[in-house]
């Protein structure tokens, strides 16, 4: 029979105990520390493995994103279903894709790219055309959205 343990012991590196006493005082609980840290480091890789996944969902081959022939028309841009979309904010990177002509993020829907980039930046106004990179279905590489308004503008690259 197996007893599970409660516990663990943990090779701590000595002199970066030592500057955490010196630091915080001899009282300082070095042990709850680390153990907060790790539970935090957890949660946050549990966040990315769930983004990860609908990621991977969304971005399969087979999964159904509507009339190929629709899209998302974002002036002067027209966005075929399909598109993925990739955002940075906060030191983190977020995807979407284009399905039934809007934008697919998780499970909620968005009829405009400013929506969806809005409720990545958690409400603050932002411009789009310079936070989004995306993909086409017949495409191999993510393209700057700036870039490509700027090519469908003047048919050059600015």
């Known amino acids: 029979m ?3 343990l409660s516990h663990i012991a943990l090779l701590f590196p000595t002199d970066l105990y030592a500057r955490l006493l010196t630091r915080f005082g001899p009282d300082f609980d070095v042990t709850k520390l680390v153990v907060s840290l790790a539970s935090k480091h957890v949660a946050e890789a549990d966040t990315l493995v769930v983004e990860k996944e609908t990621f991977e969902k969304v971005t399969s081959p087979l999964f159904d994103d509507g009339d ?5 028309a974002w002036s002067p841009l027209f966005l075929v279903n399909g598109t993925q979309l990739r955002m940075s904010y906060g030191q983190r990177t977020y995807h979407a894709r284009i399905r039934f002509d809007q934008v697919q993020y998780g499970e909620e829907q968005f009829p405009t790219m400013s ?3 809005r409720k990545v930046a958690n409400g603050t106004s932002r411009n789009a055309w310079h936070d989004v990179w995306f993909k086409t ?5 993510f393209q700057y959205a700036d870039a490509m ?5 003047t048919g050059a690259f600015a």
């Open 137 to 141: 279905p017949d495409s191999d590489a």
């Open 115 to 117: 929506q969806w980039v």
């Open 2 to 4: 197996v007893v599970p």
């Open 149 to 153: 308004r700027q090519v469908k503008r």
């Open 68 to 72: 190929p022939n629709g899209g998302l």
